[in-house]
């Protein structure tokens, strides 16, 4: 029988950079079901649709192709009609396009079966903002990822000022406060912990901090 950890929190918690290390550590596939809702949003963002729910979305997701693959490390792929864009979905535009495309339910119930497939077949740590919730309800073990929204913000700051793009704290800090509250408010699926969860607020740690208390709930908890 797999064994499926769900790992919830808003964005800019970390959970990717954290559920990728701890995945490796325990030898589980990582699932960042986040990437697959960027990549349905530049889909959008690419044919001129909305995010809102409509007769428009509903026939670009009978058009498109969105799977997950992993390279020979075991790092997660995302392709969209065949193209690697794991690459093209990680900017602020981006991000906002996930909130928005992810409050609708035609979008959600279109990578369910896609996301809980993968937890059926393989050890799997995925992250998210409903896996224990709605994704995963049966999973092994829940974790709740936070931090404050200063700190999500400047550390997503320093990230992409790494990566050479020009960006301003105090935009990306509204950034993560205006999808904190499109993510606890939408209709369907909002973020919130699941009944039964570990809540773990990483405001104080740092990144390898972080993971090592990741690890030992998990490792406490199964």
Do not use: W
């Not at 929204?149 to 550390?155: D, F, I, Q």
């Amino acid at each position: 029988m797999s064994i499926a950890i769900a790992l919830d929190g808003p964005a800019g918690a970390g959970k990717s950079s954290i559920a990728k290390r701890a995945a490796k550590a325990l030898d589980y596939i990582y699932i960042d079901t986040g990437a697959l809702y960027r990549t349905i949003g530049l889909a959008a963002s690419r044919r001129g649709v909305e995010p809102v729910p409509s007769a428009a979305v509903d026939e670009m997701l009978a058009q498109i192709s969105v799977d997950l693959t992993f390279n020979e490390k075991g790092e997660q792929i995302v392709l969209l009609d065949g193209e690697d864009v794991s690459g093209l979905i990680r900017t602020p535009e981006a991000s906002m396009m996930a909130s928005k495309i992810s409050a609708i339910p035609s979008v959600r119930a279109y990578l369910l079966d896609l996301q809980r497939g993968m937890a059926k077949t393989h050890n799997v740590i995925m992250d998210g903002r409903d896996i224990g919730t709605v994704v995963l309800p049966d999973a092994q073990v829940k974790i709740f990822l936070t931090a404050s929204p200063e700190a999500r913000a400047g550390r997503r700051y320093k990230e992409l000022i790494e990566k050479g793009m020009d960006v301003k704290y105090e935009d990306i800090l509204q950034d993560v406060i205006t999808r904190d509250y499109n993510d606890s408010h939408r209709e369907t699926a909002p973020l919130k912990p699941a009944e039964g969860c570990v809540m773990v607020d990483t405001t104080e740690l740092d990144f390898e901090q972080s993971v090592e208390k990741i690890i030992s709930v998990i490792k406490e908890n199964i």
